[in-house]
């Protein structure tokens, strides 16, 4: 399985960024996704996770402004990112899990894409 995140980029505070992850090779394999992000100098948090049945579940920090979605007929999974903060600032993660669960802990997903990195100026 293989993961490509997209659509980071500069956007100023209050402003909305869409970012996607596409999964290629055994995408049947794959039953829960996760986006995380990371800030400089610190530890990789948990942003929101999505299962195949569309369960979700979301950071408090990003819960009402940040919402999830999956297309499963382009094995793709959207973050629709809206009312962007400064401290929204990081490299954002996708990652894909063959267990049907909201997974916190990072280490419960086999599967990482590369990381797509979203700036929000105040």
């Known amino acids: 399985v293989q993961l490509q995140a997209s659509g980071g980029g500069l956007v100023h505070a209050g402003e909305s960024l869409r970012l996607s992850c596409a999964a290629s090779g055994s995408t049947t394999s794959i039953r829960s996704m996760g986006w995380y992000r990371q800030a400089p100098g610190k530890q990789r948090e948990l942003v929101a996770t999505?299962?195949?049945?569309?369960?979700?579940t979301y950071a408090d920090s990003v819960q009402g402004r940040f919402t999830l979605s999956r297309d499963n007929a382009k094995h793709t999974v959207y973050l629709q990112m809206n009312s962007l903060k400064s401290e929204d600032t990081a490299v954002y993660y996708c990652a894909g899990s063959g267990i049907l669960a909201l997974w916190v802990l990072a280490d419960k997903y086999s599967y990482w894409g590369q990381g797509t990195e979203v700036t929000v100026s105040s």
């Open positions: 999505i299962t195949s049945t569309r369960s979700t």
